[in-house]
């Protein structure tokens, strides 16, 4: 058993409680690898920000969750490295889905845990998230549950239509499980292709419009539960000028498109203070590659295409950090 505490890492109450008062929320963006792990970090210190280090089931299989735990661990120091004193960094399971899992994750340092029960009947939800609440708790270990299914794909989950949250439900689930942190649906969705073309508008230049997010269900929500700590997943804005640029270089991103920024930051401005984006990096990391591939094809060192996948990253994150998300200068001390 080892404890969060002793990596360095922190959980989320504290940082959410601040994010919600000062009206801004913190960046989750999952990792899976080195480069992306540096580029989160080297953003998160040089905007002075709090950040969550998000690993997902497809991330333990692929990279191996000892090693990405102790990645996290070498990632508070990477940060005090570069000059941050105190860096507010979280280890967080992203849906989890299984008890099990949980308290694995939980015993070898996650200091946050997500129990995505959503695709279950409600009252089996609430069952399993509060096993994994009784759990988690004893050793301050933060858990963020989800009630209502967004659309798209979620490891091997796929859900075709969303089905919102639903308002009546929150103060039930909330109470009963002893959560941290919600996770809700009101329109976003998983991946870079968020919205059918069917379901956008068209502006008088031919770019899709998604519909907006449902801004009504989340303020029902607070009402329900004021200042309860709310997440927003699927959050990725999938920038057109990365889609551009894949499809430049060879790529083949048909009708990508994600949630437009300016509402992103309108819900970080309410009781939303965690924003999951994982989608955004993985665009930003192609687009750096394909330019390599196609502008220098005798370039065979892979530090010469993911260090300028790294570059890109950083600087996406940081525009997020500072732009949308608001949690620049937010650190504690
Ligand atoms: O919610 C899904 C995340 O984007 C993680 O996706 O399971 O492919 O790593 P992944
Ligand atoms: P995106 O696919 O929009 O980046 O969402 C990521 C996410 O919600 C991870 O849990
Ligand atoms: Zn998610």
Do not use: W
Not at 122 to 151: M, W
Not at 163 to 192: C, K, M, N, W
Request: proline share 5%; net charge negative.
């Amino acid at each position: 058993m080892v404890n969060y505490k002793d990596l360095g890492l922190v959980n989320t109450k504290d940082m959410f409680k601040r994010a919600i008062a000062g009206k801004y929320a913190i960046a989750a963006f999952n990792f899976n690898n080195m480069e992306q792990m540096q580029a989160i970090i080297q953003a998160a210190v040089e905007t002075k920000s709090p950040v969550i280090l998000q690993v997902s089931s497809g991330a333990r299989k692929y990279a191996n969750q000892t090693l990405l735990r102790y990645m996290a661990q070498g990632a508070v120091e990477y940060a005090k490295e570069l000059g941050c004193a105190n860096p507010e960094i979280v280890l967080h399971l992203d849906h989890g889905d299984s008890f099990e899992l949980c308290k694995s994750c939980i015993d070898m340092g996650f200091s946050s845990v997500m129990i995505d029960g959503s695709h279950f009947p409600y009252e089996e939800n609430i069952a399993l998230t509060k096993k994994v609440v009784e759990y988690a708790h004893q050793f301050d270990v933060t858990v963020e549950g989800e009630l209502g299914v967004l659309a798209g794909v979620e490891d091997d989950v796929v859900a075709e239509h969303h089905t919102y949250t639903q308002p009546s439900e929150v103060v039930d689930f909330v109470s009963r499980t002893g959560v941290d942190s919600l996770a809700i649906s009101i329109g976003t969705s998983h991946g870079a292709n968020k919205f059918t073309p069917a379901q956008c508008t068209r502006d008088a230049n031919g770019i899709l419009i998604p519909p907006p997010l449902r801004f009504d269900i989340l303020e029902e929500i607070e009402k329900e539960i004021p200042g309860f700590p709310i997440v927003l997943h699927g959050s990725s804005s999938v920038p057109q000028d990365l889609v551009a640029q894949i499809n430049h270089y060879g790529g083949k991103l048909v009708d990508s498109i994600g949630i437009p920024e300016e509402q992103l930051r309108k819900a970080a401005t309410s009781a939303v203070c965690k924003i999951n984006i994982d989608s955004d990096g993985r665009l930003a990391m192609t687009a750096a590659v394909r330019k390599v591939f196609v502008e220098q094809p005798g370039e065979f060192d892979p530090r010469k295409y993911l260090g300028p996948a790294r570059d890109t990253l950083k600087a996406l994150y940081k525009l997020k950090l500072e732009n949308v998300l608001g949690s620049a200068g937010k650190l504690a001390k």
